[in-house]
């Protein structure tokens, strides 16, 4: 399985943004998406995820601004960010992985190569 992400670039505090991961290889065999986020001296932390059952999750600090959704016929899934801040800007990657994961420590087995996203205030 391959991802790669695109969509970042930098935007204005209060703006928006959506990422795209393309996912390729075994498609049929992944269960769970997500995108996980990595700021300068920061630890890689799970922003939002989704698994086959529908079921999302999205951490505190994104929960009403950011939506993951997916489109299996295009092979792909999402990120749109809305209403950014100075603090939401890090590098961005797309992750994948077959099993169900409900336990959002658990790190997905697929990524992508990471992209930017700079809010400036």
């Known amino acids: 399985v391959q991802l790669e992400e695109s969509g970042g670039g930098l935007v204005q505090a209060g703006g928006s943004l959506r990422l795209s991961c393309s996912v390729s290889?075994?498609?049929?065999?992944?269960?769970?998406m997500g995108w996980y986020r990595q700021s300068p001296g920061g630890e890689r932390e799970l922003i939002a995820s989704?698994?086959?059952?529908?079921?999302?999750y999205y951490a505190e600090s994104v929960k009403g601004r950011f939506t993951i959704s997916r489109d299996n016929a295009k092979n792909m899934f999402f990120l749109q960010m809305n209403n950014l801040k100075p603090e939401d800007t890090a590098v961005y990657y797309c992750?994948?992985?077959?099993?169900?994961?409900?336990?959002?420590?658990?790190?997905?087995?697929?990524w992508g190569q990471g992209t930017q996203v700079t809010v400036t205030s």
């Open positions: 989704t698994i086959s059952t529908g079921s999302t």
């Open positions: 290889g075994d498609v049929s065999s992944i269960n769970t």
């Open positions: 992750a994948a992985d077959n099993r169900r994961i409900v336990v959002t420590t658990t790190l997905l087995d697929y």
